[in-house]
């Protein structure tokens, strides 16, 4: 695996991975205030093909905006990140999807700030699915489509867009087969 925008504080110990995020980081395309950022730190490994991606994740989330999770990406202005984000005071599920150089933002349901959140991404075709586990299964976060590339970049991110040093943990972090998320969209 390789960053993208690597952090100046990180550490890998088998399958797990934590870091430091630095100021002013994100990945956010022009919707709304019309701020371009592509300098989030992202450790990803290149994927063809259809998979599914899972990893455990938690950060101590403190600033406006700070967020971690999964990103699939094809590059600069065509990407997905989904995870927790910290917004007025409260973190929940959410993801962003940008396509064409322009973001938008969904927000789901609120999560403890100090939860660990199992999240799982696949992709089949160009059909993409973000699901998150609750009690004893998934259920969908996400439902959105990435045409445009057969091999693309998968693996954690996180960012802090107003200030840094917010400390994330990741485990777990695996790829495999895509998953047959039809039955539970």
């Given at each position: 695996m390789q960053w993208?925008n690597?952090p100046?504080?990180?550490r ?6 934590s870091?430091?995020?630095?100021d ?6 022009r ?6 950022n592509?300098n989030?730190?992202f ?5 063809t093909?259809d998979f599914?991606?899972e ?6 989330y ?5 967020q971690a999770g999964?990103m699939?990406?094809?590059?600069p202005?065509?990407w997905l ?6 917004a007025?005071?409260h973190?929940a ?5 940008t ?5 938008d933002?969904a ?5 403890g ?9 696949t ?5 993409v699915c973000?699901?998150?586990q609750a ?9 959105c ?9 998968v693996?954690?991110?996180?960012c ?6 917010m ?7 695996k790829l495999g087969p895509?998953v047959d ?5």
């Amino acid at each position: 695996m390789q960053w993208l925008n690597e952090p100046a504080q990180w550490r890998a110990d088998g399958g797990d991975i934590s870091f430091v995020t630095g100021d002013r980081t994100d990945f956010w395309q022009r919707t709304f205030n019309d701020w371009r950022n592509d300098n989030g730190h992202f450790y990803h490994r290149h994927v063809t093909g259809d998979f599914t991606a899972e990893g455990i994740f938690s950060a101590d989330y403190r600033s406006q905006y700070d967020q971690a999770g999964l990103m699939l990406r094809i590059g600069p202005h065509h990407w997905l990140k989904a995870g927790v984000e910290f917004a007025h005071g409260h973190a929940a599920l959410s993801s962003v999807h940008t396509q064409a150089g322009f973001s938008d933002w969904a927000i789901a349901r609120e999560v403890g700030v100090a939860d660990l959140v199992h999240l799982r991404l696949t992709r089949k075709g160009e059909a993409v699915c973000v699901q998150y586990q609750a009690g004893d299964g998934f259920r969908t976060l996400r439902l959105c489509t990435m045409p445009g590339a057969t091999t693309v970049t998968v693996g954690p991110m996180a960012c802090s867009p107003i200030q840094g040093g917010m400390n994330v943990r990741f485990s777990e972090f695996k790829l495999g087969p895509a998953v047959d998320f039809a039955s539970e969209v």
